[in-house]
């Protein structure tokens, strides 16, 4: 079992930054592939970025990318999303996501985070 919270959600204007934490529960967080999910008004969820237990690996929507970086320190327990040049459509509740392995679904989930780019 896995409990995630994020953090690091807010306002800021086209252009700024923001860094999004997940602070996770349990000694197994090392071994899950993290990801980071957004889902706007009327729109469905989409994945963000996503990165392999260890850091090694990471995977990138073609939307952020060059300007978002996922990153993990599993001695902390915590998934980061650094944020840089915020555009408004990044407007989205963000979420960051625990996938199992044994099926490889995206099984635990945060309560996400308010993430509000203005023009």
């Known amino acids: 079992q896995v409990q995630l919270v994020e953090s690091g959600g807010g306002l800021v204007q086209a252009g700024g930054s923001l860094r999004l934490s997940c602070a996770a529960s349990g000694r197994t967080f090392s071994t899950y592939a993290m990801g980071w999910f957004r889902q706007a008004p009327g729109k469905e969820r989409q994945s963000v970025a996503v990165?392999?237990?260890?850091?090694?690996?990471?995977v990138y929507a073609n939307s952020v990318k060059g300007r978002f970086t996922i990153s993990r320190d599993n001695a902390k327990n915590t998934l980061y999303l650094q944020m840089n040049s915020l555009k408004p459509e990044d407007t989205a509740v963000y979420y960051c996501?625990?996938?199992?392995?044994?099926?490889?679904?995206?099984?635990?989930w945060g309560q996400g985070t308010q993430v509000t780019v203005s023009s």
């Open positions: 990165i392999s237990w260890n850091g090694a690996t990471t």
């Open positions: 996501a625990a996938q199992l392995p044994s099926d490889l679904t995206w099984g635990y």
